[in-house]
């Protein structure tokens, strides 16, 4: 064999696998990921990566929180969205845990059985009003009314006589709360009735106000008539009057 033929082998370094671990080094383990760990002990990722899992240690998350015996007993004893809450976890992670510790889930309000007296309440009002009446959300009662066939309110429940004379005698807003109904549902029967507002700071348009609507701009009439310019703007809208198209006008 020639000197150019002959060629020097030596021996490979040593891998993290075949060194024993100190417990400086096991203890790191907890502490980051086992890449940046591999690259401050010179190691290699597979190597460090089989010896957490051998030891039976979790990968570092900085993000996870490890489940303590005393979240464990919080779980069933409250509706999962408030132990989530409680623990600062996600829902899904409570539901993940309680299911996998055979612990049954703790209904919340939204599953609160039905009684007789709401049930005869169905289709007294609108789904929205009941569902506000009684706490409840607006599915739920769309699903019980539909599971008891009862037809829903479309226009809302009738008026009565007492209701019919409340109309205009204070804001919409405010009979809508004493009646139980919605400001729109107030406002649309006082105006199907004829009936003005009772706003202090709603004004009246007169026809000499409505006649100078185009004619100057909506700054302009606003500053004559004592209107907003919001106001005077949607009165035009609402009346098909076109902007006023003189020199100047905005």
Request: a positive charge; aromatic letters at 6%.
């Given at each position: 064999?020639?000197?150019?033929?002959?060629?020097?082998?030596?021996?490979?370094?040593?891998?993290?696998?075949?060194?024993?671990?100190?417990s400086?080094?096991?203890?790191l383990?907890?502490?980051m990921?086992?890449?940046?760990?591999a690259?401050?002990?010179?190691?290699?990722?597979?190597?460090?990566?089989?010896?957490?899992?051998?030891?039976?240690?979790?990968?570092?998350?900085?993000k996870r929180?490890?489940?303590r015996?005393?979240?464990?007993?919080?779980?069933?004893?409250?509706?999962?969205?408030?132990?989530?809450?409680?623990?600062?976890?996600?829902?899904?992670?409570?539901?993940?845990?309680?299911?996998?510790?055979?612990?049954?889930a703790?209904?919340?309000?939204?599953?609160?059985?039905?009684?007789?007296?709401?049930?005869?309440?169905?289709?007294?009002?609108?789904d929205?009003?009941?569902?506000?009446?009684?706490?409840?959300?607006?599915?739920?009662?769309?699903?019980?009314?539909?599971?008891?066939g009862?037809?829903a309110?479309?226009?809302?429940r009738?008026?009565?006589?007492?209701?019919l004379?409340?109309?205009?005698?204070?804001?919409?807003?405010?009979?809508?709360?004493?009646?139980?109904?919605?400001?729109?549902?107030?406002?649309?029967?006082r105006?199907?009735l004829?009936?003005?507002?009772r706003?202090?700071?709603?004004?009246?348009w007169?026809?000499t106000?409505?006649?100078?609507?185009?004619?100057?701009?909506?700054?302009?009439?606003?500053?004559?008539?004592g209107?907003?310019?919001?106001?005077?703007?949607?009165?035009?809208?609402?009346?098909?009057?076109?902007?006023?198209?003189?020199?100047?006008?905005?």
């Amino acid at each position: 064999m020639t000197a150019a033929s002959r060629v020097t082998v030596r021996s490979a370094p040593p891998t993290r696998l075949r060194v024993p671990w100190t417990s400086e080094e096991i203890a790191l383990l907890v502490t980051m990921p086992d890449k940046k760990l591999a690259r401050r002990l010179k190691s290699n990722y597979d190597a460090v990566a089989a010896r957490r899992l051998n030891l039976g240690i979790p990968s570092f998350n900085p993000k996870r929180k490890l489940w303590r015996p005393e979240d464990d007993r919080v779980l069933g004893t409250r509706p999962d969205g408030q132990v989530a809450l409680l623990l600062r976890r996600t829902v899904l992670s409570i539901i993940n845990r309680r299911r996998k510790l055979g612990i049954r889930a703790r209904p919340g309000k939204y599953f609160q059985p039905w009684t007789q007296t709401e049930d005869r309440l169905l289709g007294s009002r609108t789904d929205a009003e009941l569902a506000r009446a009684l706490r409840r959300s607006l599915q739920s009662v769309r699903k019980r009314r539909a599971k008891l066939g009862v037809h829903a309110v479309v226009f809302g429940r009738a008026w009565t006589p007492r209701e019919l004379n409340l109309l205009g005698t204070m804001s919409d807003q405010e009979l809508g709360r004493l009646l139980g109904r919605s400001c729109a549902a107030v406002r649309t029967r006082r105006e199907k009735l004829g009936l003005p507002p009772r706003n202090p700071s709603w004004k009246p348009w007169t026809e000499t106000e409505m006649a100078l609507l185009g004619k100057f701009s909506d700054a302009q009439v606003a500053a004559y008539s004592g209107h907003s310019v919001g106001s005077v703007k949607l009165k035009r809208l609402r009346l098909g009057i076109p902007c006023c198209k003189l020199k100047g006008c905005p």
